[in-house]
């Protein structure tokens, strides 16, 4: 009987025993899944039809080879972990490329599935468990790891790779998270800047870990990281109110208007104010930074000054001293303003970030914390990576309002 008949007849019987099996109520995958003795048998057909054209490679170039005894091991498929022999070569010289010999991995989607599920915020623990429940694989928490750290040159590439020239708009701010280091644990800051571009294009410039607590020298690399990938100008960079930060933004980019977050200054205002007072302070204060004009915010302080001044000046001492910075954005128009004059564009982008982390207490390291806030926020692309709203009447106010420095981006 001819080889192909034979293999038909053989395909025949799994075909026979797939229905029988499913009949029975067995399942398609696992470690006794009905698809594992067809993957069993189309991977050896494909070692053996492998190893004869080596042999008749060799043959016709004059070289003696033959086979040599079998290989035996196992390997992970999607379905399932598989048993497979093959057939060696005396020489040594045959290199399978169905399965080579140091391959143990045969799932093109598991690593699909580590990964996201590291996304999501699982442990290497989580990991293996839900894989072996699912399909069987049993895979050690060392073994995911490894999965997982070969995405570390993809976090590297992203994180050098090129901006534009240009953005409108770049928010600033940083979370904390905490990794152990040397039989302790550190808290450390993620240094996040998250900008605008002059077609309105929302992207994630920078995701990058500091040292250790916030701080304004940091906060200037990170700066001057944007500039030698490529950021020339910015319009208005905004964030919370970090000491020195302002003139870290005024020594990388001196034509850049600083804007302080106002939703930061107003939770900073309540610090030391009597809990029944919160409310109704806030609601005065709100009168202040939603004035139509810099004046008019100016008069409005004063009143609620005369109101809450005497009991809670820490307050005004606040306001006085970033004055400037808080009114920022009143120099430019409504639609602007709404986009300026507060973070919260950024701390969406934390509120991600926090989602994919709360699991887990600490990391291993920083570059396991990376690699998962990566992986978390590609996962979540479509949440950050989108078109300002209302960018066609903010991108006509920006036209005006800087002229050339604007449009010779925008008008490309």
Known sequence: MSTSSNSSRKFADFEADLIQGLMNKQPLAGPDGLLNGLIKHVVEAALAAELDAHLDDNRQAGIANKRNGRTRKEVRTDFGPVAIEGSRD????FEPVTVGKRQYDLAPHMTEQILSL???GNSERDIAAQLEQMLGNQLSPAAISAVIQRVWPQVTEWQQRGLKAFYSIVYADAIHFKIRREGRTDTVAIYTLYGVDADGQRDLLLL???DGAEGATQWGMCLERLKQRGVEDILVVCADGLTGFDQVVEHYFPQAIFQR????IMRNCMRGVDYRDRRPLCADLRQVYQSNSRSLAAEELEVVRTKWGRKYAHVFRLWDREWDAIMAFKDFG?????MIYTTNPVENVHRLERKVTKTKGSWVSGQALLIQLYLGLQAH???WYRQAYNWTAVSRELS???GD???KHWML
């Open 334 to 338: 409504p639609e602007l303003q709404r």
């Open 381 to 383: 692309r479509k949440s």
């Open 400 to 402: 005006e309002t800087y």
């Open 208 to 210: 990058e870990l500091g």
């Open 90 to 93: 005396r020489n040594g010289t």
């Open 405 to 407: 420095r604007f449009t």
């Open 261 to 264: 977050c106002v939703v930061h």
């Open 118 to 120: 590291y996304a999501r």
